[in-house]
């Protein structure tokens, strides 16, 4: 257990680490914040469950655990607090985000309309982002950082 909290603490002390999880938490929290409190125009805790469970058919765990990863995964990765972890999730969760509902509407956006849906080159950055701060950990200005030089 102590292997696997200074392996997820573990960071390479430089800035690009630290841009890559800043731009990644500051992009994930407005949408984070709308699902859970309804904040930037989102619905709320209660609308986003029932959308997610009735209308896109996810299971009630599935559908707590993006509310959760995107509002307290970006705080945390906008802190710098066990980004490695946070990142993990946030991959995984856009890699299916891709698999369930972007894949069959191609590559790009829908920038103009256009398609029947969005198609997944927002999510490819979101987990190339998401991958760099796997592999270099939260950057130099980070509480993980903080914590790391401590133990």
């Not at 409190?37 to 959308?51: C, K, V």
């Amino acid at each position: 257990m102590k292997n696997l909290v200074k392996t997820l603490l573990t960071t390479h002390p430089n800035i690009g680490s630290s841009i890559a999880r800043l731009t990644l938490g500051l992009v994930i929290f407005p949408h984070g914040a709308q699902k859970l409190l309804g904040l930037f125009g989102g619905n709320g805790f209660s609308a986003t469950m029932d959308f997610f469970t009735t209308q896109v058919g996810l299971p009630s765990f599935v559908a707590f655990s993006i509310i959760i990863i995107e509002f307290f995964g970006s705080i945390s990765l906008i802190l710098g607090f066990l980004s490695k972890f946070w990142a993990l999730s946030l991959a995984g969760m856009f890699m299916g985000i891709i698999y369930t509902t972007q894949l069959e509407h191609g590559f790009f956006m829908n920038w103009f309309g256009n398609q029947a849906g969005e198609g997944y080159e927002y999510s490819l950055l979101v987990i190339g982002l998401a991958l760099t701060i796997m592999v270099n950990g939260s950057g130099k200005w980070s509480i993980d950082k903080l914590i790391s030089k401590k133990q």
